[in-house]
């Protein structure tokens, strides 16, 4: 070991420390027994599925027995998944594959350091007055108005971000199996031992014999790459620096937020937008209006802010995906781990919080696995505090959005304070 440490190599150690440290918290050695399984299958290749197979395999008894099933990752420039991936996520998603934020992102955006990057994050009430979008006072939520050091936010296509992950397992003793999973004795037969563990890490909650029930909330969002228009950007968005504009529209808020991004398929874009709505399930809502609703909101902003979508046609996304619960959720049969279930929790899509939590279950549930002990209270207790902000968020926005609204044109810092100021440890990665 060199005595004088890169700076990007100290950063790097310093955020693996800090991932060590929490799963030693959320999977202590004291409880450590020998694995219960020889091997481990898993039916998905998403982010939770593929941080879970990184973790894993970086301990011996598991190389070479970690097997995933899914269809390849297809790449197209439109933005079907989340894009806003937290400081921390990219802390445990590189901890997790062996590499520093620059190999990560390099994978993932095919830019080099510092990448599509915020500091800062700020947010304001957007208003629509005729068509001109207008906007209240807008204040930081985080970082300051200097920034904070280590990053708070990357954006990037959630499709690449999915294939890069591959690539940077292309070495690791990781099997990928091209297939659709049809059952649990489907996904057996791919395993590489004789007492392997199931894994669900798919979109569908009975693949494996689990429970499900019918949502009772779901999430409508629209999203889509931008491109500076020839006048560049303008106030109150900012370089280096999130903005979350709040649209309160028939009393929920309509959640938008601006990052910085980068895609090697839309190179012209420098920025990404999305606004996104949690409706319950029994409330009649209109998907197709709410969506064209939406889109107008994101159009209309956009330019507000010196912005225009890139291509829409090709790469605008509209989504109307279910919320899971906040609090308790039905146990993994005998056997099985239900991943994905394990990690969801709350509203996906509207605070950039989907990514930590499949990195961070991925992370711990393999930690759980190797040592023997049961991944599911693991995860759960792990991701609580992104469960607690998430419910937060949605009061806000859903249940006193009126108030909320009120506060936000008064105050951004002072309205934002908590959680989502207090919360700043569980966006910025560790340096
Ligand atoms: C519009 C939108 C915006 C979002 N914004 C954000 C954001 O800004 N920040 C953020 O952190 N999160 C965001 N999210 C959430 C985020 O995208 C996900 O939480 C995150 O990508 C984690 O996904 P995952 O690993 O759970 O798996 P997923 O990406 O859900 O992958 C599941 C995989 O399972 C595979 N699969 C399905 N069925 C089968 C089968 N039978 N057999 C095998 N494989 C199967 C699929 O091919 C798929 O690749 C957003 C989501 C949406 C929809």
Redesign the pocket.
Known sequence: MSLVDAPGKAQTRHRNESVQRFISRFVPATGTRPPSYDSVVI????????AFAAQLVKHPQFEGKVTL???P?QESRR????????GI?ADFLSSAVGVDHATLLQAATGTSLPGPVAHRQTAAMAIDRNGEWTFSNSGPWQGGSKGNAAPLVYGMR?SRL?AGLRELLAEHPVEYVD????SAAHLRSYAAGTRPLLVN????PT?LGGDSSAPQRL?L?V?APMIEADSGISHPLQRDTTFAPLIRRNDIIDVG?FTPFADPLSPRSTWYG?F?RVVDADSGFDKDAELATMTGELHGVANALGLMVDDAAETL?G?L?PASSWGKVAPSKPGTLEL?RM??GGA???Y???????AIGGVIGAEAVVHGQDPDPAIRRALRPWRRHNFLWWLETNKISALTDRLLRVNVQASMAYPHSAGLRMWKSAA
């Open positions: 039916a998905g290749n998403g982010i939770g599925a593929q099933v899914a269809p990752a933005l079907i998944n989340g894009v806003s991936l937290r996520a959630n999915v297939d659709m999973v049809e890490a798919t979109t569908k693949l999430v969002a999203q937020y999305i996104a996304a989504a995906v994905k990690y969801s996906p899509c509207y950039a919080d989907g990514m930590i939590s499949a």
